[in-house]
């Protein structure tokens, strides 16, 4: 590891760390007490003393109650706070833990009680500890699990998520979340421009007023050596939490890959600048769907219909991602999974080829191919549904276009 990969982070680098948050009044620091959110908050610290007009900083600690040594651990964070004149509170995750998909559920649970935190210290935006290391192993699962170019753009410095809190759905990531959730049933779907800027997480429906929250990762360009080194220089200890070590997990097993990855070439930075041009690339896909839902797309509150001459006429990525834009906004079972969607336009785009019947669910949403139209409604109720599909052996069939 080279030089500049272990030593602390200047002066000047911090100023560039936090400058596009210098006019916000209070920010929300999302700190465990491991290495990278303790340098966060040092980081952070350190930021607003050069500042003329400081903005409060609140540090919030997840207790998950997963660990003998967390609340201890917590109650650390809590002294280096106070030095650093930093307010801080402990939230812990409650109730029965579940046996299966527990990293997935503390995570949840760490995003539902951040957004509470920060509702109640009126802070619009939430600052977490995602480091260069961490985009280069998400883009490593992503890949593993067969994500698309969405998956595959990672994390952003930028990501929007829903401010109000009801009956949560799980996570984006893979292969859930290759489409962004919209704002709400009732709102419109965000615009390329929006999308190029933020990724929209599905924690929840929005509710009516409800103004946004923004995840911030002002780390995700430096590598977690350059964060310890910091915390060593300035002699502040910090927490290791033994499940980063823990080979159960599919990240710890990818991470003991990566320095094996870099003597290839496949570096964290390589991966982390693939990610970037992936997220450019998708920037393109998504302004050319936005310009072909206008063309071919005639939008309703309670459905859409696309003009099926003009839809299978479109590339096919663009025609995929405006069907899965459609559900995903129409739907009410939470992002589509690309899998199944890719299924879904498959069969459609045969039906389409054929002139079969076609009338599938996906996702909460009901896509059917009439007479010049492939209209997307909200499904019906589960009980009692029985729903025709284009005929057996028809799916397979070569497309028209």
């Not at 030593?7 to 999302?30: I, M, Q």
């Not at 003393?49 to 900083?57: D, G, I, S, V």
């Amino acid at each position: 590891m080279s030089t500049a990969e272990t030593a602390p982070l200047s002066a000047a680098e911090l100023k560039l760390l936090f400058s596009d948050l210098a006019s916000l009044s209070v920010l929300l620091l999302a700190v465990s007490g491991g290495p990278d959110s303790t340098a966060l908050m040092v980081l952070a610290a350190r930021w607003r003393q050069t500042l003329k007009r400081k903005p409060a900083l609140l540090a919030v600690t997840i207790d998950h109650g997963l660990r003998a040594e967390s609340a201890s651990e917590a109650a650390e964070v809590g002294k280096l706070a106070h030095k650093l004149g930093i307010s801080h509170r402990i939230l812990r995750w409650t109730g029965k833990k579940p046996r299966t998909g527990l990293q997935q559920a503390a995570r949840l649970a760490r995003y539902r009680l951040l957004a509470e935190a920060a509702r109640a210290a009126s802070a619009s935006h939430i600052l977490t500890a995602h480091t260069l290391d961490d985009q280069a192993e998400t883009v490593l699962i992503r890949m593993a699990r067969g994500s698309g170019l969405t998956g595959l753009a990672a994390m952003r410095k930028l990501t929007l998520f829903h401010a109000a809190w009801r009956a949560p759905s799980p996570l984006g990531g893979e292969g859930r979340g290759e489409g962004a959730k919209a704002l709400g049933s009732a709102a419109p779907h965000p615009t390329s421009a929006l999308r190029a800027e933020v990724n929209l997480l599905p924690l929840g429906r929005r509710e009516e007023g409800a103004a946004p929250l923004y995840l911030v990762r002002p780390l995700l360009d430096t590598p977690k050596s350059r964060l310890v080194a910091t915390l060593k220089a300035a002699k502040i200890p910090f927490a290791e939490d033994p499940s980063n070590r823990d080979p159960r997990f599919t990240r710890v097993r990818l991470r003991t890959l990566m320095p094996g990855l870099a003597r290839e070439g496949l570096s964290a930075r390589r991966l982390a600048l693939l990610a970037r041009r992936l997220s450019r690339a998708n920037f393109a896909l998504e302004a050319a769907v936005d310009r072909a839902m206008a063309e071919v797309a005639d939008e309703a509150p309670d459905r859409i219909a696309f003009q099926a001459q003009g839809f299978s006429r479109l590339p096919d990525e663009i025609a995929l991602r405006l069907i899965g834009r459609a559900v995903t906004l129409l739907g009410d079972e939470g992002p589509v999974e690309l899998g199944k969607l890719e299924a879904l336009y498959d069969a459609l785009d045969a039906a389409q080829s054929t002139g079969a019947r076609f009338r599938r669910s996906l996702a909460g949403a009901l896509v059917t191919l009439g007479p010049g139209q492939i209209i997307v409604e909200r499904a019906p109720s589960r009980h009692g549904r029985t729903l025709t599909t284009c005929k057996a052996g028809r799916a397979g069939r070569p497309k028209s276009r």
